[in-house]
């Protein structure tokens, strides 16, 4: 009989690479998404679809007693909200309930996968590369709301829990760097400012072979840093891109005080609207940010995590999906 893992967030662009790997080791996959989630993409895979209300222990334990998973990989949460309150109860709260109801199940979870952020860890300080043991300095209510629901896991000293802690998510299906792509595509290289910055990638299909791996971990309880094992100076990604397009750009750099400006605007108009853009003010802290490069030492040694990715193959696989799918 298969073993069965229960992944969140299964609608979105993390999960649908989550479920394809985890297919791929033989897993019976439970796919919880949201009543008003679209889950066209997913219809034609092998997937069971669950509604779980994480707002509700009971409910959520009653669910888990029913199915008796032996994994979660929880990966759902908000990148975008209004305040810090929504940020808080979607991200942490609903964490705290999902794994509050895994501690109290009859038949005990093999391992509870967490998908938190480097953005609960913060940038980089003094040009150092980001550890696991460094201190913790969120500069946003996203990173704080990661953080904080990493501190409520780490209170179940029951749950065997791995919490990963990936970079810049890129791949097919990604909606949020695709529109740096997709401006690059268009002959328009924007950046903010001119200060010099280090930034670090993880291919979405490397985040999802070691979440899918870390259900298979010795470790019972660890926090991780995951990325490629890159660092790359800002105009990187820029310059892979033009290269596999075969495009020449005008690079503008664009002040920050005009940055500022633009976000302030978006984000006035987003709320009036009841949405928040991807540029808003909260966001500027980790556009801005000098250093985020991070170690990948500890995930290498514990869950012997190798990248198969590095950002230029991971970039020609994307665009060409996008070309593909008609997206460029």
């Known amino acids: 009989m298969k073993e069965s893992v229960l992944i969140t967030g299964a609608s979105g662009f993390v999960g649908y690479h989550l479920i394809e790997e985890a297919l791929a080791k033989g897993l019976e996959v439970y796919a919880a998404v949201r009543a008003s989630s679209r889950v066209d993409h997913l219809r034609n895979l092998p997937v069971q679809f669950v509604t779980t209300d994480f707002s509700d222990v009971r409910a959520i334990r009653a669910e888990l007693e029913a199915k008796r998973y032996q994994y979660v990989i929880h990966a759902a949460g908000a990148t975008k909200a209004l305040n810090e309150a929504s940020y808080n109860e979607v991200n942490a709260v609903y964490t705290r309930n999902l794994a509050q109801a895994v501690s109290e199940l009859q038949v005990p979870l093999k391992k509870f996968v967490f998908l938190s952020s480097l953005a609960a860890m913060g940038p980089a300080k003094n040009g150092h590369p980001?550890?696991?043991?460094?201190?913790?300095?969120?500069?946003?209510?996203?990173?704080?709301?990661?953080?904080?629901?990493?501190?409520?896991?780490?209170?179940?000293?029951?749950?065997?829990?791995?919490?990963?802690?990936?970079?810049?998510?890129?791949?097919?299906?990604?909606?949020?760097?695709?529109?740096?792509?997709?401006?690059?595509?268009?002959?328009?290289?924007?950046?903010?400012?001119?200060?010099?910055?280090?930034?670090?990638?993880?291919?979405?299909k490397d985040l999802a072979a070691v979440s899918v791996g870390a259900l298979y971990s010795s470790v019972v309880k660890g926090s991780y840093n995951?990325?490629?094992?890159?660092?790359?100076?800002?105009?990187?990604?820029?310059?892979?891109?033009?290269?596999?397009?075969?495009?020449?750009?005008?690079?503008?750099?664009?002040?920050?005080?005009?940055?500022?400006?633009?976000?302030?605007?978006?984000?006035?108009?987003?709320?009036?609207?009841?949405?928040?853009?991807?540029?808003?003010?909260?966001?500027?802290?980790?556009?801005?940010?000098?250093?985020?490069?991070?170690?990948?030492?500890?995930?290498?040694?514990?869950?012997?995590?190798?990248?198969?990715?590095?950002?230029?193959?991971?970039?020609?696989?994307?665009?060409?999906?996008?070309?593909?799918?008609?997206?460029?």
């Not at 490629?228 to 397009?245: C, F, M, P, Q, V």
């Not at 709320?271 to 991070?294: F, H, I, V, Y």
């Not at 040694?301 to 230029?312: E, M, V």
Request: proline share 6%; charged share 20%; with cysteine.
């Open 130 to 204: 980001i550890l696991e043991k460094d201190a913790p300095n969120p500069v946003t209510f996203y990173g704080k709301s990661k953080l904080l629901a990493e501190s409520y896991l780490s209170a179940l000293d029951s749950l065997p829990t791995i919490v990963l802690r990936p970079t810049a998510v890129y791949g097919p299906r990604d909606r949020d760097i695709f529109i740096i792509l997709k401006t690059i595509a268009q002959g328009i290289e924007p950046y903010i400012g001119r200060k010099p910055q280090q930034l670090s990638f993880i291919y979405v």
């Open 226 to 328: 995951v990325s490629d094992g890159g660092s790359y100076d800002r105009y990187e990604l820029a310059n892979i891109t033009k290269e596999i397009l075969h495009k020449k750009t005008l690079k503008v750099h664009i002040p920050m005080g005009v940055v500022k400006a633009m976000a302030f605007v978006q984000e006035t108009l987003g709320r009036m609207q009841g949405s928040m853009p991807a540029l808003n003010q909260d966001k500027l802290a980790e556009l801005t940010a000098a250093n985020w490069s991070c170690s990948i030492d500890s995930i290498r040694k514990d869950l012997g995590f190798s990248p198969r990715y590095t950002l230029a193959q991971g970039l020609e696989e994307t665009i060409q999906w996008y070309k593909a799918n008609q997206w460029l």
